[in-house]
């Protein structure tokens, strides 16, 4: 690669995000790429020529090292779509003019869905007037909703931290052995896809009877059947858990944490506000049966944790940050970076480069086939697929008792 380069985050940060820039830093590196720029929150900074030097923060491999152990997105995020081409051709040409003054040859974007978006719309618009600048995308999101790709950077350590807080939940609840229970629900989110949330299955093992249901977006959230089983659990057991989809909703359309705020937020990116649903559940379960409840939103926690990153999640997001460099010096664009799984025995999986307009703006969602058939479960095809996401540890390095990040000045 003759030019520069420079990568942007976007969209909620994970636990991981920060490694695909590692990845994307050395591979430039290893290239000889002389100047790796980082977007200043995404590409609405760009916009405004917000642009660091990432050799000013990574000229040394420990400091590598602690960006990878870094939460959030280092370089800043955003929830910016560019918006379609015609009547915003100065907008676009603001890039380009961008990317010139530095020497940019190909542009990097971290991000889910709409992220890609903007990806899939800088390179149709290179493609249109004849621009020589490449773009990649390069995966993450915690809701793991990305097509083609088999699971998404991010997902892996919100995964393992969901499974990890919600075992201790269940210890907790169950501490007491009173004879009525206390209800616990637990949100979690992932707006209209459900992986996240399945993650609580991951729970179940020889020291540990699992939650006692998991609502996914997936299926239509019935109330009256809500509030039978939580009254049948209340009787049977003594400790109930369930885990929630922050994006469970009715047959009508309407969200459960609607139910609680009619007036929620919408982002940026179009996106409702989700927020209370546990909250809403957990005071309908306390009015109807005078049991003790208590609702537990996980909210920035579950994709912030990177003390509990999964290691495999790390090296996988590093990985893809790699393949986008290689794959832009190959002359790609207008793609992004997939994992695909070679096997689960070993778990093994390799990158390749698809193609962005199947990518962009498609939301996955859990396969039915992984769903129990009471709705309220998965199964085994369910952990096969996310036992290998969420394994090994990354340590954070600890200093004065918490753990060291790298920081953007
Ligand atoms: O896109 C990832 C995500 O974490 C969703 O699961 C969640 O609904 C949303 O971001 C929350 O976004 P915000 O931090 O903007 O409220």
Not at 45 to 54: A, Q, S
Not at 110 to 128: C, E, H, I, R
Request: net charge negative; aromatic share 8%; charged share 25%.
């Amino acid at each position: 690669m003759k030019g520069n380069i420079v990568v942007g985050q976007s969209g909620g940060p994970t636990a991981a995000i920060n490694s695909s820039v590692a990845g994307v830093f050395a591979a430039a590196k290893e290239l000889g790429v002389e100047k790796v720029y980082g977007m200043v929150h995404g590409i609405e900074g760009f916009l405004e020529d917000k642009v660091i030097e990432l050799e000013d923060y990574l000229s040394d491999p420990t400091e590598i090292e602690l960006l990878k152990r870094t939460p959030s997105a280092f370089l800043g995020s955003c929830r910016f779509k560019m918006p379609k081409i015609e009547g915003n051709e100065e907008m676009y040409e603001k890039v380009f003019e961008i990317m010139e003054k530095h020497d940019i040859e190909c542009l990097f974007y971290a991000g889910g869905n709409d992220s890609m978006d903007t990806v899939k719309m800088l390179s149709d618009y290179a493609a249109a007037h004849g621009k020589p600048q490449r773009f990649m995308g390069v995966p993450k999101t915690i809701d793991n909703d990305l097509p083609v790709t088999d699971h998404c950077p991010g997902y892996g350590s919100a995964a393992k931290y969901i499974a990890t807080s919600i075992k201790e939940i269940i210890r907790d609840n169950e501490s007491f052995g009173a004879k009525k229970p206390t209800i616990c629900i637990v949100e979690i989110m992932g707006r209209n896809a459900g992986w996240l949330t399945a993650s609580a299955a991951l729970v179940k093992g020889d020291d540990c009877s699992g939650v006692d249901a998991i609502y996914l977006p997936e299926k239509v959230f019935d109330m009256d059947a809500f509030m039978k089983k939580v009254k049948y659990l209340a009787e049977t057991k003594s400790s109930v858990v369930i885990a929630v989809s922050e994006g469970i909703h009715l047959a009508d359309g309407r969200y459960v944490c609607e139910l609680a705020n009619e007036n929620v937020a919408v982002d940026a990116f179009g996106h409702k506000q989700m927020s209370g649903t546990a909250a809403f559940l957990a005071q309908k379960v306390a009015d109807e049966t005078g049991l003790k409840t208590r609702a537990i939103e996980f909210s920035t926690l579950q994709r912030a944790a990177t003390h509990l990153a999964s290691l495999t999640d790390i090296n996988e997001a590093f990985q893809v940050g790699h393949a986008a460099v290689m794959a832009a010096e190959a002359g790609k664009t207008g793609m992004m970076i997939t994992l695909d799984r070679n096997g689960n025995d070993p778990y093994q999986c390799g990158t390749s480069a698809y193609d962005i307009h199947a990518i962009a703006n498609v939301e996955r969602t859990v396969p039915e086939e992984w769903i129990t058939e009471d709705g309220c479960g998965l199964n085994e095809g369910y952990i096969k697929y996310a036992r290998p996401l969420i394994m090994g540890e990354q340590f954070p390095v600890f200093v004065n008792g918490v753990p060291r990040h790298l920081v953007r000045k």
